[in-house]
């Protein structure tokens, strides 16, 4: 039995209730959009998603969340974030949920399927920062910054030293006209 992509039945609650609940069984912590979308469109009986459009908007979240992690793991390789590093590269809620707010079709200012969110109300809670990890990008974003200007600094000194010898050459070339001079371009 498949359920038209404008209709789901939630039984006798409506989507705010259903997230109250979905934050009682998470121990009092709101639950993300995506978790509540993933529920309300999800068949009681078979445990699966009957609607199409919701399964695709589910997979589509999934695989950019997907590769929006892999993105952050490179970058923090890249980066070099201590070997030992075992900080997570997760999403935070807030970030899930926007990209299921990109992925939902809008309907006269509505998400479908998900209803008008408060825009009162924070979508979920702010997950905590860690201070000693703030701390560290801190560092890491001073020694990035510090690298630029030393890259810089050296850029400009060759530009400098390619100059001093270009009019050294033009020199030399000047006062010594019957001399053939192999200059090496590369150097």
């Given at each position: ?28 912590e709101p639950v993300g959009d995506f ?36 993105r952050l793991s490179q970058i923090q ?111």
């Amino acid at each position: 039995m498949s359920r038209s992509s404008g209709f789901v039945s939630l039984g006798a609650q409506s989507i705010p209730t259903l997230a109250d609940k979905m934050a009682q069984e998470n121990e009092g912590e709101p639950v993300g959009d995506f978790p509540l979308y993933k529920r309300i469109h999800t068949n009681k009986t078979t445990g699966q998603i009957d609607d199409g459009l919701a399964q695709e908007v589910v997979s589509l979240v999934d695989s950019m969340t997907q590769d929006e992690e892999a993105r952050l793991s490179q970058i923090q390789a890249d980066l070099d974030l201590d070997a030992t590093s075992t900080e997570s590269t997760a999403l935070s809620q807030v970030r899930i949920n926007e990209l299921l707010e990109s992925a939902i079709p809008k309907k006269k200012g509505r998400l479908v399927g998900l209803g008008r969110r408060s825009k009162s109300v924070p979508p979920t809670s702010q997950v905590p920062v860690d201070p000693t990890l703030m701390d560290q990008l801190k560092d890491k974003d001073e020694r990035i910054r510090q690298l630029e200007e030393k890259m810089a600094a050296q850029e400009r000194a060759r530009e400098a030293d390619r100059r001093r010898s270009e009019k050294m050459m033009a020199a030399f070339m000047r006062q010594f006209p019957d001399q053939n001079f192999d200059v090496d371009e590369d150097e």
